[in-house]
């Protein structure tokens, strides 16, 4: 709003969209703070068209939980299997999903998830991270990624895209 944009803040369900109105909706790094994330699907399923997508990423594997996790206010990390049942259970069908970010699953699980579960409290600072770029072998992990992708088995985040369980 400030840029001049058309901007409305408020959540989903006090937008009173009308049912079926919506083509696309994406979530991206959303569910994972919802705690009544079955409220928020159920709103998203009754706004999509028939043919409608609804696009997530969300953070994976939840053998990486950490402090992080509880200071970014997350309330669970996905695997495939559990979005998917998840997906399912409020009435949206898996089209497509795979894990991204591989190259992160070590460093995170060394650097945050085991000194977390051995109770080693460490400062999580988000911004001087970000400020980081990795040099010559951030560079490396980036193309490396990009190769991997589609085919990880592993990832320290997913994406998917659903449809309506009746659209298939």
Excluded: C, M
């Excluded at 408020?10 to 696309?24: C, F, G, K, W, Y």
């Excluded at 994976?60 to 509880?70: G, P, R, T």
């Excluded at 490396?144 to 298939?168: C, H, M, N, Y």
């Amino acid at each position: 709003a400030k840029r001049g944009l058309f901007s409305i803040e408020s959540d989903l369900e006090n937008l009173d969209l009308p049912a079926a109105s919506v083509h696309r909706i994406g979530l991206f790094d959303v569910l994972e703070h919802v705690e009544d994330r079955q409220k928020l699907l159920v709103e998203i399923r009754r706004v999509l068209t028939s043919s409608g997508e609804l696009i997530i990423t969300v953070p994976a594997l939840s053998y990486l939980w950490s402090a992080a996790d509880e200071h970014a206010g997350h309330f669970v990390r996905y695997s495939r299997k559990k979005l998917k049942q998840e997906l399912n259970a409020n009435g949206f069908k898996l089209k497509e999903s795979h894990y991204f970010f591989a190259t992160l699953v070590l460093p995170l699980l060394l650097l945050r998830a085991i000194p977390y579960r051995l109770g080693i409290k460490q400062p999580v600072e988000d911004e001087s991270l970000l400020k980081q770029n990795g040099g010559y072998l951030g560079k490396l992990a980036q193309v490396i990624e990009v190769r991997l992708s589609r085919w990880s088995p592993i990832g320290t985040s997913l994406f998917a895209v659903a449809v309506k369980e009746d659209a298939l």
